[in-house]
């Protein structure tokens, strides 16, 4: 039998926490609470779960500060709690490195399906990683996915990939070439569909860009408005 997969909730509202852990351990996970980023720390100091939920609105560092700091050491997939109005906490959290988001006030079974979709993303990743080639090359970039490295080919320089960043790269080597709508790019990215008129798409893909050093003049992701985007770069494979 597999073990259960570990979810740490951060969250300030007591009840809100209760509330989760109750119905998260209900739904087969191991579940662990933190009120605030210390507390969230000193978690994370003893064992990195499989997912995190974070709050955006904390006392002390907000949600935004504990995503780009969790960005920095791991990949570990993370949903932000959003006011259900403000899409700019979405983008936001997005652009730091959160995997997907969801709206307060959100129903439980909604939640443990963008939970559920986020796993089967992640595994089917981390599967599929073992079946690479030792590298892959494309423009200045050299990517080991063993070890989900970039690396630019001239600086050595070496950037920082969060899982989604990782999971919408691969989805762009593994189809150059070809148009990529946001139903596409959200299932590599969420293990789902894209919501109607979905921004966080957009973001993903401009968060890429930036780590490509892309200038937006289709050197490597050309955007066909209205459509979706395509890879344009040449790739090579190493053994």
């Not at 988001?101 to 439980?108: H, L, M, R, T, V």
Request: charged share 25%; proline share 4%; aromatic share 6%.
């Amino acid at each position: 039998m597999a073990a259960a997969k570990r979810i740490l909730v951060v969250d300030d509202d007591v009840e809100i926490r209760e509330l989760l852990q109750a119905y998260l351990s209900k739904a087969g996970y191991e579940v662990t609470t933190a009120q605030n980023g210390h507390e969230m720390r000193s978690k994370l100091a003893v064992q990195y779960p499989d997912l995190i939920l974070l709050d955006v609105m904390l006392p002390g560092d907000d949600g935004f500060t504990l995503c780009k700091a969790i960005r920095k050491d791991s990949s570990v997939p993370i949903i932000m709690l959003t006011a259900v109005s403000d899409e700019t906490d979405q983008i936001v959290g997005l652009e730091l490195g959160a995997d997907d988001y969801i709206a307060k006030p959100f129903s439980p079974r909604q939640l443990i399906a963008r939970i559920r979709a986020l796993l089967r993303r992640t595994q089917q990743l981390q599967e599929t990683t073992l079946s690479r080639p030792k590298a892959i090359r494309f423009g200045q970039w050299r990517l080991e996915p063993a070890t989900q490295q970039l690396h630019q080919v001239v600086t050595g320089m070496e950037i920082e990939l969060s899982a989604s960043d990782y999971a919408l790269l691969m989805l762009f080597i593994d189809n150059p070439h070809q148009l990529l709508d946001r139903n596409a790019i959200s299932q590599a990215t969420r293990g789902r569909d894209a919501q109607p008129q979905e921004r966080g798409i957009d973001v993903q893909v401009s968060r890429l860009r930036q780590r490509l050093r892309d200038n937006g003049k289709a050197n490597l992701i050309k955007t066909v408005r209205g459509a979706g985007y395509m890879f344009v770069a040449e790739i090579q494979y190493e053994s």
